[in-house]
């Protein structure tokens, strides 16, 4: 009931912030791309939570490949719009809606397909495969008049990476993972994950690569994952297998795990310490 009353008080406040944010576009204002019938525009920008002193945006287009933005009005999906980075005007959405109010779903991430948008309670993406991430959930009130809103996307996966101390084996090829204990699926309304998932991701591995990177969104502020990672050569056949249990990840954080994966054996999480990151809220460090 707590964290559905703070659902409701955030899209509270982020529709007096889209009002507050709307300006009617004037002669001379307007950008050429713009379609002279579109009455909703959506610049998208990057809100980085730093100190009230420094608080600032940068373009979604610095941090995302792909946009997907969804119109609802009650159960029905009133408009869907896809962009890709190399799109023209990539991050600014025009279109044309009749009028009335909307709940606007805003995804921008790094997968290589398109982010399905089923409802504000529900987001989907390729493969069940999760990337860095970053949403806006609100709603607007659309008239007949051109008008732009300005949308922050904040950041809503947690990242686990993985620091390899020595170099990994010349057979090693591949380095697969499997994790359970976040959400592949998104919830715009809630603001964390909303499935239980078992996520698998597998990468190759170019040579001297020692970083590793995968995402999931969590079900609260702080979740726990469990981790098996192995190591596969050219035929995928397993060389090493390595398991972190209780795996500590949070919202907009980074779970960094620090060793050598080939002399490694089953690791629990327990302690850490917090680092800061210019662009992440921060890097919880531990070793194995």
């Given at each position: 009931?707590?964290?559905?009353?703070?659902?409701f008080?955030?899209?509270?406040?982020?529709?007096?912030?889209?009002?507050?944010?709307?300006?009617?576009?004037?002669?001379?204002?307007?950008?050429?791309?713009?379609?002279?019938?579109?009455?909703?525009?959506?610049?998208?920008?990057?809100?980085?939570?730093?100190?009230?002193?420094?608080?600032?945006?940068?373009?979604?287009?610095?941090?995302?490949?792909?946009i997907?933005?969804?119109?609802?009005?009650?159960?029905?999906?009133?408009?869907?719009?896809?962009?890709?980075?190399?799109?023209?005007?990539?991050?600014?959405?025009?279109?044309?809606?009749?009028?009335?109010?909307?709940?606007?779903?805003?995804?921008?991430?790094?997968?290589d397909?398109?982010?399905?948008?089923?409802?504000?309670?529900?987001?989907?993406?390729?493969?069940?495969?999760?990337?860095?991430?970053?949403?806006?959930?609100?709603?607007?009130?659309?008239?007949?008049?051109?008008?732009?809103?300005?949308?922050?996307?904040?950041?809503?996966?947690?990242?686990?990476?993985?620091m390899?101390?020595?170099?990994?084996?010349?057979?090693?090829?591949y380095?697969?993972?499997?994790?359970?204990?976040?959400?592949?699926?998104?919830?715009?309304?809630?603001?964390?994950?909303?499935?239980?998932?078992?996520?698998?991701?597998?990468?190759d591995?170019?040579?001297?690569?020692?970083?590793?990177?995968?995402?999931?969104?969590?079900?609260?502020?702080?979740?726990?994952?469990?981790?098996?990672?192995?190591?596969?050569?050219?035929?995928?056949?397993?060389?090493?297998?390595?398991?972190?249990?209780?795996?500590?990840?949070?919202?907009?954080?980074?779970?960094?795990?620090?060793?050598?994966?080939?002399?490694?054996?089953?690791?629990?999480?327990?302690?850490?310490?917090?680092?800061?990151?210019?662009?992440?809220?921060?890097?919880e460090?531990?070793?194995?």
């Amino acid at each position: 009931m707590r964290r559905k009353t703070l659902r409701f008080l955030y899209v509270a406040l982020c529709a007096a912030l889209l009002s507050s944010c709307e300006k009617t576009l004037l002669d001379g204002d307007d950008d050429a791309s713009i379609p002279s019938d579109a009455n909703v525009v959506l610049k998208m920008s990057l809100y980085e939570d730093l100190p009230f002193d420094t608080r600032s945006s940068k373009p979604i287009s610095q941090m995302a490949s792909r946009i997907s933005v969804a119109f609802f009005q009650g159960a029905t999906k009133a408009k869907a719009i896809w962009q890709k980075a190399d799109d023209d005007h990539f991050g600014t959405v025009a279109t044309a809606l009749a009028e009335g109010s909307y709940e606007v779903v805003a995804i921008a991430h790094n997968c290589d397909g398109t982010a399905t948008i089923t409802s504000p309670e529900k987001v989907t993406f390729p493969s069940n495969k999760v990337s860095d991430t970053f949403y806006y959930y609100g709603t607007l009130n659309v008239s007949s008049t051109q008008s732009t809103f300005n949308l922050d996307m904040r950041r809503n996966v947690a990242m686990f990476r993985l620091m390899q101390t020595s170099p990994l084996p010349e057979a090693a090829k591949y380095i697969w993972f499997r994790y359970t204990g976040g959400s592949s699926t998104y919830s715009p309304v809630l603001g964390f994950g909303s499935v239980k998932s078992t996520q698998t991701v597998e990468m190759d591995i170019a040579e001297g690569q020692d970083v590793f990177e995968i995402y999931t969104f969590p079900h609260e502020e702080e979740d726990l994952l469990n981790i098996t990672i192995r190591l596969l050569d050219s035929k995928k056949d397993a060389i090493k297998e390595l398991t972190l249990e209780n795996v500590p990840v949070k919202l907009n954080r980074i779970t960094q795990y620090t060793g050598d994966l080939m002399n490694a054996s089953t690791v629990s999480g327990n302690t850490f310490n917090m680092t800061g990151d210019d662009e992440w809220n921060g890097t919880e460090n531990y070793t194995f």
